[in-house]
């Protein structure tokens, strides 16, 4: 079956920009995960839904960083004012339920802010 | 939260085994050690997990010591297409339980010819 599509695959944009990034979960998959990753590193915990509801958000950076998930399917990540550090990629998980289920991870966005 | 520690690289040959340490020293009784792949340019991809028992799936075996203070990946036939970082993670308890994942380094392996 399909796994977990992420739109676009790459977004230019200019600092101080607005951009959303698109996350197409696996069907019935009631968990979403958001992580970054900048170059180099592993990646980065951002933010987590069960369902429609952001149940840990701990992990964006700041306020300017916000997600949804309005219908508890597809998600997407909001960054305003984009800033030159934001850039790196954006990977999204799904998971089935439970806690110790898989998560399975799409290609990525990768994100530059010139 | 257990941290875990693994070496920043690895060679293997081609047709050989691959053995991926991983040492997990501050583990919790309820914590699983999980095995993630990621090949250049893609998201990760999971491999295996374990509580305590030894684990093998088509992919890899995941051996884990008794006292679970350290676990090994066992690729047992490496390929070119093998060649990626590696990452083992125990999964983040907290009162919210929310089952993210918390990646270090990983391990780079390289797969030789």
């Known amino acids: 079956g399909a796994g977990v599509s992420q739109t676009p695959s790459n977004k230019v944009t200019e600092k101080g920009k607005y951009v959303e990034l698109r996350c197409d979960p696996i069907s019935g998959h009631t968990a979403l995960y958001w992580y970054r990753q900048s170059l180099g590193q592993g990646p980065e915990f951002l933010i987590y839904?069960?369902?429609?509801?952001?149940?840990?958000d701990s992990g964006l950076p700041n306020d300017r960083f916000f997600a949804v998930r309005p219908e508890g399917s597809v998600s997407t990540l909001k960054i305003q004012r984009t800033e030159r550090g934001d850039s790196a990629v954006y990977l999204c998980?799904?998971?089935?339920?439970?806690?110790?289920?898989?998560?399975?991870f799409g290609p990525g966005t990768r994100l530059t802010v010139l | 939260d257990a941290k875990t520690t693994q070496p920043t690289s690895m060679d293997c040959a081609e047709g050989r085994a691959a053995n991926l340490p991983c040492n997990h020293s501050t583990i919790s009784g309820n914590e699983y050690v999980y095995w993630y792949r990621q090949i250049h340019s893609q998201g990760p991809q999971y491999i295996i997990h374990g509580l305590k028992n030894n684990e093998t799936n088509e992919m890899a075996s995941l051996i884990i010591t008794e006292d679970r203070k350290s676990s090994t990946l066992i690729l047992p036939h490496a390929t070119l297409r093998d060649t990626a970082v590696y990452y083992c993670?125990?999964?983040?308890?907290?009162?919210?339980?929310?089952?993210?994942?918390?990646f270090g380094q990983g391990t780079t392996l390289q797969v030789k010819p």
């Open positions: 993670i125990v999964r983040v308890p907290g009162s919210s339980n929310t089952g993210k994942l918390i």
């Open positions: 998980a799904s998971s089935p339920a439970g806690l110790t289920d898989t998560q399975y």
């Open positions: 839904f069960q369902g429609t509801g952001a149940a840990d």
